[in-house]
């Protein structure tokens, strides 16, 4: 077999990190009065260039690099094609949302290059100290944009929220590595899955694998982990929420799957049982809260959470197709929600203008573009056929009831008939005429960026729900490369 250079295994993550480095540098330089719009250029060129050495890295035999602490293999380019994606729309949003503040947080950029280099990084580890070290990298980014807007109060609430809870979460990951280590005598994930069946302490790594759901359960907000959820997204910047409530979630996702299935098999009958009681809490709790909502941010937060449940549902099935499930679902969830919050994010603007449900009535009439586009992702996230949406439940439920998980698809399809309700209340304000005396909300024109993330995310919203084999079949690939699937 050719000898593949170790530097392409981490190829993405290199010229992410070298973007970063640059825009960290060329910031200082720049004049005051100059346009910062030059940094969010770069960016781009930074992770399209990433993008482009993901797919790249399809051609390479699957492997690991690095003293066997990275793996590239068609699961890990399936993560950093969607998470440069993501990044990619969200560096659009900013472009047009920021350009008309007077703050103009420059450090916007390199802070979500570097987030990014941390979630490239998760998916492609295979030794759970480099997991633990690339979370880390990734959340102190997402900390600090979230209380990234200064002359507001609650953008600094809310960045202390999710850092004073990410910590705390944290610490459980890193306890259960420590734990992870003292069960089996190493923290690498295919070498745990090898040792664990000789174990002389196999209640600790039954405690282990407990921690670990608790830290990453923060990460994708799930419940009973979600609190600092709906505080942290009101609080946030749109196309902050746009990122966190999004790509930081796939990562962990990935981490999750790649955990339980490659380093925990053994242990199904422990994690799935926890698993079934997060993703029926998920899905309860995040509808019941969001139909309570007023403020669109929170409601979709609430949202978020329901949306981690239904990707639950699909780890439950414990076979190849409840992974390319998972894998699909965050592929059609990160579509609709990030195009959702781009919508959000221009009709509100930097200072979040818009924030009840009351302020989108009538957007439909003054802008029949974004008020169609918001309409669509509604649409998309209810699960209405011809979205991705669609069929990202369509193949989570089917793994689920092909496992034999019947009463967990039952709660699933229940959950998403509430969930229509407080998806369509907000789809009735956008189309619904104006009263005569309600003051005007005046919507910025499109502009270039803005218009190319809305037409990005509802291509890709539209082609999963029209075309999904492409993506399913990418999602089986992945699903495929692991060797220790259990099935039930």
Known sequence: MMQVPQVYRILPELLLTITGVLLMLIEPVMPAGMNRKLMGFLALLGVVAALIASVWQLGLPAGTA?????????????FHVLICSIVLVVLLIALDVFDTSKEWPAEYYPLVVFGAVGMCLMSSAVELLLVFISLEISSIATYILAAIRKRTGKSPEAGLKYFLLGSFATAFFLYGIALTFGATGTTNISEV??????SATPGIAWLAVAMVLIGLGFKVSAAPFQVWTPDVYEGAPSPVVALMSTAPKVAAFAVLLRILYSAYPQLHVHWELLLWIMAALSMTVGNLGALRQHNVKRMLAYSSIAHAGYTLVAFTALSSEGIA???FYTATYAAMNV????????????????????????????????GGALAFFLLSLIGIPF?????????????ALHAGEVWLAVIGLVNSGVAAYYYLRLLMSVYGKPADDAPVQLVPRLKGSLTLALLLTVSATFIMGIFPGRILSMARAGAATFTAVMAK
């Open 66 to 78: 690095y003293y066997g602490t990275v793996q590239t293999d068609a699961f890990s380019v399936f």
């Open 193 to 198: 899955a090898a040792a664990l069946p000789n």
């Open 325 to 327: 499930a998972a894998m």
């Open 339 to 370: 195009g959702a919050f781009a919508v959000i994010s221009h009709a509100g603007g930097y200072d979040d203008r818009l924030v009840s449900v009351a302020d989108y009535r009538g957007l439909a009439y003054r802008s029949p573009l974004l």
């Open 387 to 399: 979205t991705g949406g669609f069929f990202g439940k369509f193949y989570v439920f089917t793994a």
